[in-house]
């Protein structure tokens, strides 16, 4: 894989390295294209989130290479953050705040015109059905309604580069369903979205491209499809495929073709 | 082991409990420091000891101190912590009824739930009475070694109180739950709880000042006025001082009036507890707010938007206001003195100014953590286009204007009498609130907001660094408003405390954002 750190790249990833106790990310080298849905996938402890915490600007690498849209997330640090929203598993949301309150507060940490944002967030709480509660303090909210406010904060300032680390944990099957349209619509409008997840049928269903790591590396990358193929099966669902990469792991990296382009 | 689900059940898992959660607020949850902290506990100890060694001994060499004298001085030393153990004590039965940790799975099993609630009171009766102990234990032990060992009988009329205070305690959180409902007792009990634990102290202290032009709360107990209004020993007044002194008769009615009252207000409350709890359940579960007040978003700049939520947080945290009107309360007698001393210089610089500016130090320190370890969503701080040290400083001007807003009154009201004064008071609580922030800063370690009550459990140095610090920028204070030389001392020995705790801060790992 070249780093040829790009913009027409949303996010590239170059030997990146962090050890804790032990390698917890380990040479990784990841390309998204701009405007994909990218399914980053592995078992726990594989060294997704690190990852992605790395990118968000939430833990230093001890080495390697970040990229977004062409920004260097490492000496660039407030450019790459401009255009990127990160949405953790957990919602990051004050009890105190209402919804309204807390998009406020978001859209003064990204230096949106207020008349804007305002609006943008009048769209988004009506949009993921907030908009009754809008007054209302998040102390009392459920889990997928709290998940749904950090969404809202994640997208009031338009990213360009969206990633969520299990962002359909805990949700039910409506506001699931809720927050994959939402994501899918952003990326019909030109965002890109990275995305962990356990569910693989949501991988499935909505990504264009699905990465797999294990034990802080990318073994396998590509299409439903190539991932098939290069697993050694012609047909069968995810679930099998990932299994079947992951219990291969320690062989060469399986990868698609898209990356090998 | 007893049997499961049985009172002594119950009270061993609330003792093993306990017990846990107070080792790990002493050793900050760190494994292995036991034995530091039981050394620390010894050393604390052996001086507390001498501390009453210092005072006790001369007072029994000098005095030949009639009986009235003895009782009267026993009863003050029992009643001013007594008010603070109400107030402690209201808090822990707020608490109770309010805290969700394990209530789902009490309420969700097949087991006698008054029981456990019962079990939980007299929990926080005891706990009540340790933390009294903890500070009269040294003056009861030396007494019963230079005076008579029949002064040990204050332990078991200490615990007495506790459960007379737990009582009282209960009895005035039930009242608030029937009259004012689940939603609003939280708060008004808080804030109960502080009154409680401050109008007596410093209403003594009021009539102290007015009578005597002292501060000090013995002072009132000393005087010929109140003894002179007192009735004689043989009353029933005198039971609880007495039975602390060791008389048997007392100590027996004592014991058995107490035990009669914690039997009573068990049965009497008991039925109540699981309704009571369902409700304060309901109010957690609740959603506050919903009021439609529609406005326009702010144009703010970053620092701004940032100052904004720390101020909407600071004014929603219940807790904190309750905690923070305590402070206030009590800066009431000083202000008093203030208003007393108007004209006569002295008392100013030696009372009011020290308190003030210690009192502004603590605050700052608290604030400070709110907005600086306790943020709710560090994450989505740390991924904003925000410079660290923007978002660092933005809190700290946050927490430092409310500082500013509280003592402009007073440092006006010193200005309106002597400008030099307000100078000096104004340098002592800047630099006492840069100080407790600054050790905060160097401090931080990323907690839930929720978690403010047991900050101190983080780091010992940061509590004590914060305590000193405060306690000598009051003296700087106090010495510069009497234009005193030995400002130099004091201001020195405050930065060497802040240069100490700079060299000891642990690394900071969440530097990176």
């Known amino acids: 894989m070249s780093f040829v750190n790009s913009a027409a790249n949303a996010l590239e990833i170059r030997a990146l390295e962090k050890h804790f106790d032990r390698p917890a990310v380990d040479g990784l080298d990841l390309i998204v294209r701009a405007g994909e849905f990218y399914a980053l996938l592995g078992p726990n402890g594989a060294g997704k989130t690190t990852s992605l915490r790395m990118v968000a600007g939430l833990l230093q690498p001890d080495r390697g290479e970040i990229s977004v849209f062409g920004h260097d997330a490492l000496t660039q640090p407030l450019e790459a953050k401009r255009i990127t929203a990160w949405v953790p598993d957990e919602p990051m949301i004050y009890d105190r705040l209402t919804p309204l309150e807390y998009l406020e507060f978001v859209a003064g940490l990204w230096g949106m015109d207020a008349a804007q944002a305002q609006a943008k967030s009048a769209e988004l709480l009506e949009w993921l059905q907030l908009a009754a509660h809008e007054h209302e303090r998040c102390g009392g909210f459920s889990k997928g309604m709290r998940q749904k406010v950090a969404l809202a904060g994640a997208l009031v300032h338009d990213p360009r580069l969206i990633i969520l680390d299990e962002p359909l944990t805990g949700l039910d099957a409506a506001s699931a369903r809720l927050v994959k349209d939402v994501l899918l619509d952003r990326v019909r409008d030109g965002a890109t979205v990275i995305m962990t997840t356990h569910i693989l049928e949501v991988a499935e269903r909505m990504a264009e491209r699905i990465g797999v790591i294990s034990q802080g590396r990318l073994v396998a990358e590509g299409t439903l499809t190539e991932l098939r193929l290069r697993a050694g099966r012609g047909e069968g669902s995810l679930e099998e495929v990932f299994l079947d990469i992951v219990a291969g792991e320690g062989a060469p990296a399986v990868r698609g073709k898209a990356d090998a382009a | ?390 978002v660092i400083r933005a809190k700290i001007e946050a927490v430092l204007s409310v500082i500013a807003c509280l003592a402009a009154p007073i440092l006006l009201a010193l200005a309106w009498m002597d400008w030099w004064l307000a100078l000096a008071a104004a340098a002592g609580i800047v630099l006492a609130a840069c100080s407790a922030t600054a050790i905060q800063l160097w401090f931080r370690s990323q907690a839930k907001r929720s978690n403010f009550r047991r900050r101190q459990t983080s780091s010992r140095v940061a509590t004590f660094a914060e305590a000193f610090s405060s306690i000598l920028w009051a003296g700087f204070a106090g010495l510069l408003a009497h234009q005193s030389g030995h400002i130099v001392t004091v201001g020195a020995l405050a930065l060497a405390v802040l240069l100490l705790s700079r060299v000891l801060r642990p690394p900071n790992e969440a530097a990176f954002a």
């Open chain 2, 1 to 390: 082991m007893s049997n499961p689900a049985t009172l002594s059940w119950f009270a061993a898992h609330e003792i093993r409990l306990s017990w846990r959660d107070f080792m790990g607020m002493m050793t900050g949850g760190r494994p292995g420091r036991e034995r530091r902290v039981l050394i620390f506990v010894l050393i604390a100890a052996a001086a507390l000891h001498l501390v009453a060694w210092g005072i006790i001994a001369p007072a029994l060499r000098d005095g030949d101190a009639s009986m009235a004298d003895r009782l009267l001085m026993t009863a003050a030393m029992m009643i001013l912590p007594s008010s603070l153990m109400v107030s402690q004590a209201m808090e822990s039965v707020t608490r109770v009824f309010y805290a969700r940790s394990d209530l789902d799975l009490i309420f969700s099993a097949p087991v006698n739930t008054p029981r456990v609630f019962a079990v939980r009171i007299g929990g926080v009766a005891l706990s009540t009475t340790m933390l009294s102990l903890l500070l009269a234990a040294p003056a009861v032990n030396i007494l019963a070694l230079l005076d008579s060992p029949a002064w040990l009988a204050a332990y078991p009329v200490a615990l007495a109180l506790g459960v007379i205070a737990t009582c009282i305690a209960l009895a005035l959180t039930m009242t608030l739950f029937a009259t004012l409902g689940a939603k609003r007792t939280r708060l008004i009990a808080q804030i109960v709880a502080a009154l409680v634990g401050a109008v007596f102290i410093i209403g003594i202290q009021l009539v102290a000042i007015a009578s005597m032009g002292t501060i000090s709360r013995l002072a009132l107990f000393q005087s010929d006025g109140l003894r002179q209004s007192l009735p004689d020993e043989a009353s029933w007044v005198w039971t609880a001082p007495k039975a602390a002194m060791g008389d048997p008769a007392s100590f027996v009615v004592l014991m058995t009036a107490t035990a009669l009252l914690a039997i009573a207000c068990v049965t009497f409350f008991s039925g109540r507890f699981a309704a009571t709890i369902i409700n304060a359940a309901g109010v957690s579960e609740a959603r506050e707010g919903g009021r439609r007040r529609e406005r326009n978003f702010r144009q703010y700049s970053i620092a701004s938007a940032l100052r904004a939520k720390e101020w909407r947080l600071l004014a929603r945290d219940q807790w904190l206001i309750s905690q923070t009107l305590m402070q206030v309360f009590y800066l009431v007698p000083p202000a008093f003195m203030l208003w007393q001393g108007f004209g006569n210089g002295g008392v100013v610089p030696t009372v009011v100014i020290p308190v003030l500016v210690m009192a502004c130090g603590q605050l700052a320190g608290g604030l400070a953590w709110l907005a600086i370890s306790g943020e709710d969503a560090p994450q989505l701080v740390a991924t904003a286009p925000v410079h660290p040290a923007s």
